[in-house]
């Protein structure tokens, strides 16, 4: 058994994971290196999901009886507890959505309707990145679209990086927002925040973080990064699916104004004219994702109890000793950096002339779940002139030995394709 400098006890955390003691295709022990699609989730989370239901289930804000006062404390519990974790200035910074597409969009959509200093209009720029995922893409197309907005971006080096030699070229005074990825789904990249949050603030433009990527896998402190918005989603950090996160600074979300309306945004209605409630409620219309939002509360305990730098240490061991292996494949070639510094735990790989789709397909029939596809990064794919890639990405109770199952695997695909 290969042991590492930094790893986590993961056969106790093993332990906690259910779904981690299936077996898959006739009895095969299933090795889950799907983990930037979507992480699995402990019996602490799945815990406290059905005693939610069971006990608490009720909507917020509005009651008065028990149950309503209940699930509104658990409900606004797990604000503070999301506040504590990316240490925010105030809990009222915290907006819940249903994923970090959705806190994206709310950006987007804010600054497409505020009026100025924030205002985005045909006489603006709005600068992206071309290593971002879709979803940190499009709704910037769609506002460029709608308002007369220039579109630019960042390009990449050849070896999975932000081109960064431009700055001041792409990032200008008519610059009004920044949007970019703070550790990519497909290279893995770790992005230089400091020298971009930099460039930004000496044109006053505002910065937008995607940190879907990173909240799960290292500590995230928003204050540090100086960005004015930061986005990630439940789902990738051990939470349930349908609830996500968008932190902006107090001032910004007094001013801005809300994308969606209805109930619970509303301080005051007529026929005539609305007002509107304090953020975060400003943006939260409607019933929100109660149970989903407790059971983040209760991934973020669960993260907490383990360490994130000891989940960041755990991680990073596992993505040296797997960057070394995966290059020892005959005609294996990484897409990204292939080094452990300044990368995240997904790496994404191309297998000489075999369609990602077909590795990912014998990986499957051997129990190893690996991702194959674009990742929602298309450009990137094109960037680099390949049409998609396999993609393996680690977690806290990923192990060393599951990187040999899946080198072994990569071997017997090359030999099942002759």
Known sequence: MTHLPGLLDTEAIRK??????????????LVYLDNAATSQKPRQVL???????????ANVHRGVHVLAEEATALYEGARDKVAAFVNAPSRDEVIFTKNASESLNLVANMLGWADEP?????????????????????PWQLLAQRTGAKLKWFGLTDDGRLDLSNIDEVITEK???????????????QNPVEAIVRRAQEVGALVCVDA????????????SLQADFVAFTGHKMCGPTGIGVLWGRQELLEDLPPFLGGGEMIETVSMHSSTYAPAPHKFEAGTPPIAQAVGLGAAIDYLNSIGMDKILAHEHALTEYAVKRLLEVPDLRIIGPTTAEERGAAISFTLGDIHPHDVGQVLDEQGIAVRVGHHCARPVCLRYGIPATTRASFY??????????LVDGLEHVRNFFG
């Open 212 to 223: 879907s990527q990173a909240a799960p896998h290292m500590p995230l402190d928003v204050q």
């Open 16 to 29: 906690d994971f259910p779904i981690l003691d299936r077996q898959v295709h006739d009895g095969r022990k």
């Open 175 to 189: 610059t009004k927002i920044v949007s970019f990825v703070l550790v990519s789904n497909i290279l893995g990249t």
């Open 47 to 57: 815990d406290a999901l059905a005693e939610y239901y069971e006990r608490y289930n």
């Open 118 to 138: 924030y205002r985005v209009d045909h006489e603006t720029e709005i600068v992206i990145t071309e290593m971002e995922h879709h979803s940190n893409i499009v």
């Open 396 to 405: 806290l109770y990923s192990t060393p030995a599951e990187i040999d199952a």
